[in-house]
């Protein structure tokens, strides 16, 4: 009997246990669609969008999500791939949408805008745009979470051009704008959407490989033990010293539980040290890492760290790899920004001519020098005289003819 209830005991715990696995596993589902539009056919090529989508893209890859990217999409592209996370993210517990490239507000209703776009006519707002509310609809239902990062705000010359078509009756702002972050439902999900700049304000895209605000995300987002929210002030504080207060990140939410994008605290702790000692047989198993980041991304973000020469560069590079290629001279370089000093090379010695100081010399004795010197100068200017060998010699070949002459008459 006693035997029995062991066993019914196990069999039920392993039920347990299994149905626990099954829902640890459907909570955890994390589904990312990431775009970035770099080359559009009616306006200037953007220099960042594309590599900013890959940044991120590997970001949260390496966060455990399963992500959907599209580099330069075309309107069909767009939302080809709006479909498929929509599909994907059904039944995620957490959801992300990220954009970068070019967008506008149009009667206070916000657009992105896909690279093939041509915007000549209002009526091609509805039908070769995607809009915020495409985006909204395509997260998941409550109690998921829903996450939407928009990088949109640069400075758009396809909406100068489409200004010139629309109606006086309607308005075209600059920038994005504010977008209601309500969620339907009841539960503890909820939306949050983030922003690259301030409501009506233009985001800048560097002067390097990838957007300020990008490479304060990849630092940030995925920490662990740090809610999402709290993620986006340290971006914002990032963003706004490294451009020199020019542009500010905000974002609004209405999130009914913590997000942690990356692991939260209580995963990321290591395990109790007691806990451990209590079963010395069995071996601790070995953590579970992400793959790492490619070397590409790793070059990407030390070229940025190293041409800015920043404080936040260097340690959006460490965030990503504190054991990479370039970490200790990410460090050290730290520490000399933080200490104030500039790395320069030392000055050169300068080579100082030495002047001998002739004493002063007696009027006399001056007298006698220039008499000297003077003498001198005629002695070396004048050539030595001539010996007057050459008359001489004139005189004896005249007199040894004038007798060979006189000779041949006799």
């Known amino acids: 009997m006693k035997l029995f209830a062991i066993l019914l005991s196990g069999l039920v715990l392993s039920i347990l246990a299994a149905f626990g696995v099954q829902a ?15 080359k559009y056919v009616n306006a200037v090529a953007l220099p960042n969008p594309a590599n900013d989508a890959h940044l991120i893209a590997s970001t949260l890859r390496n966060a455990g999500f399963e992500v959907i990217e599209g580099v330069d999409q075309d309107n069909a592209g767009m939302h080809g791939l709006i479909s498929k996370f929509t ?25 992105l805008i896909p690279v093939d776009a041509d915007l000549t006519s209002p009526a091609y ?16 239902a409550d109690p998921a979470a829903g996450i939407i990062i928009l990088d949109a705000c ?41 922003y690259a700049t ?3 304000a233009v985001a800048f895209d560097g002067n390097g490989v990838d957007s300020p605000y990008s490479l304060a995300l990849a630092k940030h987002l995925t920490e662990p033990g740090v809610e999402i929210q709290s993620a986006l002030t340290r971006v914002r504080g990032d963003v706004t010293e490294a451009t020199q207060g020019r542009q500010r990140p905000w974002h609004n939410a209405s999130l009914g539980r913590e997000v942690f994008l990356g692991k939260p605290a209580a995963q990321a702790a290591a395990a109790p040290i007691g806990d451990a000692a209590k079963t010395p047989a ?4 070995e953590p579970v890492a992400s793959d790492p980041p490619s070397w590409e991304v790793e070059q990407r973000l030390w070229d940025e760290a190293s041409k800015n020469n ?18 200790r001279v990410a460090r050290l370089d730290i520490d000399q920004l933080k200490a104030g000093k500039q790395t320069a090379a030392p000055p050169k010695k300068q080579v100082v001519q030495k002047t001998r100081t002739l004493k002063p010399v007696p009027h006399k004795q001056q007298k006698v020098v220039q008499r000297r010197l003077s003498s001198e100068t005629i002695a070396r200017d004048e050539p030595p005289p001539r010996e007057n060998n050459d008359f001489l010699a004139k005189a004896l070949i005249f007199g040894s003819g004038v007798v060979i002459g006189s000779a041949l008459k006799h």
């Not at 640890?24 to 539009?37: F, Q």
């Open 282 to 285: 069995s071996p601790a198993p």
């Open 87 to 111: 599909e994907e993210s059904y039944n995620a517990d957490l959801a992300v949408i990220f954009y970068a490239g070019h967008g506008m507000q149009v009667d206070g209703k916000n657009y």
């Open 198 to 200: 301030d409501p009506g």
């Open 125 to 140: 707002l509805k039908t070769r745009t995607v809009q915020i509310d495409e985006l909204m609809a395509a997260l998941p």
């Open 310 to 327: 920043a404080i936040p560069y260097y340690e959006a590079y460490l965030d990503q790899f504190p054991s990479g290629l370039f970490a």
């Open 24 to 38: 640890a596993t459907a909570e955890s589902k994390r589904v990312a669609l990431v775009i970035g539009n770099s």
């Open 154 to 194: 640069r400075d758009n010359p396809l909406a100068r051009t489409l200004a010139t078509a629309l109606p006086k009756s309607r308005s075209l702002g600059a920038g994005l704008a504010p977008v209601d972050a309500k969620a339907d439902g009841v539960g503890t999900g909820g939306v949050l959407i983030a």
